[in-house]
């Protein structure tokens, strides 16, 4: 059993469009993430939510929005997609707001043309 | 500066030898400390932990110096599977943040 899924794998899609990618832990984590690595291959948080609830919200641009229907699943939805949009998007799960241990989901490489 | 500092490497060395890793951190407050591998093309894995006391598991050292703000790894009798990149990470608090991760350390172990 996978224990952070996400989908799709692979997402390409036009400038201006708006997609979404979907998370799901089986972990029963109370934390979930969303991190973004760039072509430098630097990994950087975007959102946390625990228990359904925003915790972190780092300087991500608006048309980036997170949503979490419950504890097992943390959703990203993109408006209005950009090229400097195009990177790998990971989700992690971790038991607590800690972030202690971290388990990240395969990623999804989205690019943007 | 930047928060987690590394040298991106990459280190090439041959089987069996021994590699270490460094690591800087900018905030004194950090409380936690990981060394995560990440595979090509793969999702970042946590390898070990890191304590004040420095810890040990199997051919990996991790040592942690508080004073310098410094994090190492190290990698003993290298194997091909340890062919990858070496994330250092820090948690800047124990509540409510999320990971700081360097931009990783490239390895290669060659036959």
């Known amino acids: 059993d996978t224990a952070v899924s996400q989908t799709p794998k692979y997402l390409v899609t036009q400038m201006g469009n708006d997609k979404s990618i979907k998370c799901e832990q089986n972990?029963?984590?109370?934390?979930m993430y969303w991190y973004k690595q760039d072509s430098k291959k630097f990994l950087k948080i975007m959102f946390s939510?625990?228990?359904?609830?925003?915790?972190i919200n780092e300087t991500v641009p608006n048309r980036f929005s997170p949503k979490s229907p419950d504890k097992a699943h943390l959703n990203l939805h993109i408006n209005s997609l950009e090229l400097g949009d195009s990177a790998v998007y990971f989700c992690?799960?971790?038991?607590?707001?800690?972030?202690?241990?971290?388990?990240f989901g395969p990623g999804t490489r989205l690019t943007v043309t | 500066r930047k928060e987690v500092e590394q040298d991106p490497g990459p280190f090439n060395v041959p089987e069996g030898a021994t590699v270490a890793f460094n690591c800087t951190y900018s905030n004194s407050a950090s409380q936690s400390f990981f060394w995560y591998r990440q595979d090509c093309r793969k999702e970042p894995k946590l390898l070990m932990s890191v304590y004040s006391s420095g810890n040990e598991d199997g051919r990996f050292t991790a040592q942690l110096n508080r004073a310098s703000q410094y994090i190492s790894l190290l990698i003993r009798d290298s194997k091909l599977s340890d062919s990858a990149t070496y994330l250092c990470v820090v948690n800047p608090k124990n509540s409510g943040y999320a990971l700081n991760f360097g931009k990783g350390t490239s390895l290669l172990v060659t036959p």
């Open positions: 939510y625990n228990n359904k609830e925003l915790i």
């Open positions: 992690a799960s971790s038991q607590d707001s800690t972030g202690y241990e971290q388990y």
């Open positions: 972990l029963g984590h109370d934390t």
